[in-house]
């Protein structure tokens, strides 16, 4: 099996050989970066170049794209490394740059893009091949992960930012924000000091994307509790286990259109931290007071989280 997956990795290098040699020739030329480089490289290929795979075969391609933390803190922000955590970072990427352009317009015009809790900025780094990286920016509260941006992505802006706002970053700066598994952790009132923040920072028109966790998230962690094998699962699991308590009513909560939060109470700059389940009903009742709703996606075909979509009035 290996030297099947040997001889597909040498397949797929000869076939993306092209691209490869016109992004190293463009590189040579002053004064550009990645988004000259890969110019009208498709998303195959784009994914393709940032495989560890590819960055053996060809080592020169990796002074061209952003780079790596160790495993370890890979692990640590995304629960996975490698090829795993990147296709979930790039599957992201490919959902939220498709719901921009058919809520805005072309990726390309626009004037900044925000990733907000950003971590060790697995997602970031795909924009670079649409937009220019002084036009891409990620934050996040932990100084670790910004420190592993910096040493990694040579090409973005990364700012260290306190867990509540407001943030040192211009008002309305950026026509998109995104959040990937940011407001799934937080509490109703942090949620909400961080909305009016993005309302500050999106110009207007300007596209706001949060996922949160779905639904069936609640009957997982009832599920977890009942599971014998629990003790044998990773320190994530078992914290899950401790949500949501009593199931039936947190359901009947969600259903109702409440925000669903159950907290953690560490005695740490993450005391705040939690699990939350936001409704339909909740983000069409309370958020369309300051933002107009474009969409709820509630499919796990789509994405394992739910995902808010919504824009700044003009």
Excluded at 185 to 195: I, K, Q, R, T
Aim: aromatic share 14%; net charge neutral; hydrophobic share 40%.
């Amino acid at each position: 099996m290996r030297l099947l997956d040997l001889a597909s990795s040498a397949v797929r290098a000869v076939k993306h050989e092209p691209t490869v040699r016109r992004a190293l020739w463009r590189s040579k030329r002053a004064g550009t970066s990645p988004t000259n480089w890969f110019s009208g490289v498709d998303d195959e290929e784009w994914m393709w170049l940032h495989g560890s795979k590819t960055i053996k075969l060809r080592p020169t391609v990796a002074s061209l794209l952003p780079g790596l933390p160790v495993t370890s803190i890979q692990e640590k922000y995304t629960g996975s490394s490698g090829f795993t955590t990147l296709w979930e970072g790039f599957c992201v990427y490919r959902l939220f740059k498709r719901l921009y352009e058919a809520h805005v317009g072309p990726i390309r015009s626009s004037r900044g893009i925000l990733d907000f809790g950003c971590g060790w900025g697995r997602t970031i780094r795909f924009f670079l091949k649409d937009v220019a990286p002084e036009k891409l920016t990620g934050v996040d509260h932990s100084e670790e992960a910004i420190q592993c941006c910096k040493e990694t992505n040579k090409w973005c802006n990364f700012f260290l930012i306190g867990p509540r706002p407001p943030t040192p970053l211009a008002s309305q700066s950026f026509d998109l924000i995104y959040l990937y598994s940011v407001f799934s952790h937080l509490p109703e009132e942090m949620h909400w000091s961080l909305l009016n923040e993005f309302h500050r920072l999106l110009a207007p028109g300007g596209l706001l994307i949060a996922t949160t966790w779905r639904r069936k998230f609640i009957e997982h962690c009832r599920a977890l509790r009942m599971d014998p094998e629990l003790d044998k699962k990773p320190a994530w699991a078992k914290w899950w286990a401790t949500d949501f308590l009593d199931t039936n009513a947190t359901l009947a909560a969600y259903d109702r259109g409440e925000f669903c939060f159950a907290g953690y109470g560490a005695e740490s700059e993450w005391s705040f931290w939690g699990e939350a389940c936001i409704p339909k009903a909740y983000v069409e009742k309370h958020w369309s007071k300051i933002f107009d709703i474009c969409d709820y996606i509630d499919d796990d075909k789509v994405c394992e989280q739910s995902v808010i979509v919504a824009r700044k009035p003009i």
